[in-house]
């Protein structure tokens, strides 16, 4: 994450991919053929799936640009490059032939972690993988970090992109977390299998099943009797996801809408003492004011019923949640959340040659917000134990440096309704 702040930061240090102007002539002429160069050990129908631009179909330089920005968001290639040739050469062309020029990174890699969470402050360690598994553009990683946490965890995954229609991801780790939210340490193993379909702008669907095993001592802040005690709960989760997606992700502001809702139900498989479940719906609009402005609203809405073990309760403030205002301060089983920002992307996302790393997108903007919520359920310090939650409000401002390999990190001030001034910092967008 720190490499990617010197990048950015230092935009004359690289050279941003200067695309050859296209010929004028060709603009929506047909699409005769598309020649892949380049590739060694990746299938190239995996590849041509995730192209909007199709034989047959007709040649849009715009549309080339966005096809080049989805196969570099694979994270396959150092560098990506699409050109088209007129057909025939020499008089005036009737057709297209596009090429597609790849150069493979190498398959396996060794890289450093750091990361930090709230509930587990920093953590670090090395990750192992493979960028391209059994040639079909499948990522398997092996990662081990010690720290705020303790994990050992492998995954492969293969995620939505472009037009590639499934998406899915299989893992494991084992875990022991000092969880400083909580106040208490987390022992066990977690395991996912998650399958999703996207259908375009028809929307897009996921079903999930996760199996979690915790262990540990009753934190402090529970009745007494309870505090301090030993505890294991083994939980399954099925949990289902249906949204709909009316945006380009790589569009620059995103416009459009989108919206989910998931519904989830846990069971516990040592006997009951916990059965619940969770529904929660969530809805983002953008509207652009400009070429590189535009505002966007976010709501939320989740409630859990059931027996709800301590450590699934949700929790109310934070950067992911009411900016401004503390961590933790109450854990809630149902909430309500809703915020506006208007964003200016001062460094639009583009595909930059950052040297070693190959090309990569990235993108910064400056962005101003409103973040208001409320929620029900227990209180940690002064006051009563249960209740509702007094409604929230705060504003502030931010600088949100993005990146396609490493994620996005946010450096914010919020001013909370009765506070004064309070730095966050994040990594990953709210919304």
């Known amino acids: 994450m720190f490499l990617l702040v010197v990048l950015l930061c230092l935009p004359d240090m690289v050279n941003a991919q200067t695309p050859i102007p296209p010929d004028p002539r060709l603009e929506g002429l047909p699409v005769r053929t598309i020649t892949v160069h380049g590739l060694q050990s990746m299938d190239e129908e995996v590849v041509l799936r995730r192209l909007e631009l199709r034989p047959g179909g007709r040649w849009e330089a715009q549309r080339a640009r966005r096809d ?8 396959i290639f150092w560098s990506v490059r699409i050109t088209a040739a007129g057909f025939p ?29 709230p509930e587990e402050s920093w953590s670090y360690g090395v990750a192992a ?15 081990a970090v010690t720290g705020g946490a303790h994990y050992l965890s492998a995954s492969v995954r293969n995620s939505w992109n472009g037009t590639h229609h499934e998406s899915f991801s299989i893992g494991g780790s084992k875990v022991d977390i000092r969880n400083r939210l909580l106040n208490f340490d987390e022992l066990g193993e977690r395991f996912h299998y998650r399958f999703g379909r996207w259908f375009g702008r028809n929307g897009r669907a996921a079903a999930t099943l996760e199996y979690r095993r915790v262990s540990g001592l009753m934190p402090n802040w529970l009745p007494p009797g309870t505090a301090g005690t030993a505890f294991e709960d083994r939980m399954v989760a099925v949990r289902l996801t249906l949204g709909s997606d009316t945006s380009d992700p790589w569009a620059v502001p995103r416009l459009g809408h989108w919206s989910s809702i998931t519904l989830e139900q846990c ?13 929660r719906g969530l809805t983002v609009r953008s509207i652009g004011l400009g070429r590189q402005v535009a505002l966007a609203g976010y709501g939320l809405l989740v409630a859990q019923w059931g027996d709800i073990p301590f450590w699934r309760t949700m929790t109310l403030g934070g950067m992911n949640s009411v900016r401004g205002f503390g961590l933790g301060n109450w854990l809630v089983n149902r909430r309500w959340e809703i915020s506006g920002e208007c964003r200016w992307y001062f460094l639009p996302m583009r595909v930059i040659d950052l040297g070693f790393l ?14 208001a919520g409320m929620g029900y359920g227990i209180r940690r310090g002064p006051g009563p134990a249960y209740g509702r939650t007094p409604l929230l409000l705060s504003g502030g401002a931010g600088l ?13 001030v919020a001013w909370p309704e009765g506070y004064g001034p309070r730095w966050g910092f994040g990594l990953g967008t709210k919304f």
């Open 68 to 75: 080049e920005r989805v196969v570099t968001g694979l994270m």
């Open 129 to 143: 993988g493979h960028f391209n598994l059994a040639r079909r553009g499948h990522r398997f990683y092996l990662s």
């Open 267 to 279: 069971a516990d498989l040592l006997g009951g003492t916990f059965s619940g479940g969770k529904a």
């Open 89 to 117: 050469e020499d008089d005036e062309p009737v057709a297209v032939d596009v090429h597609l020029h790849l150069e493979e990174r190498i398959g396996w890699f060794i890289v450093p972690q750091l990361y930090w969470t």
């Open 400 to 412: 949100y440096l993005h990146n396609a390999l490493l994620g996005s990190l946010r450096l914010e």
């Open 358 to 371: 190959g090309d990569q997108i990235v993108g910064a903007s400056f962005t101003l917000f409103t973040d």
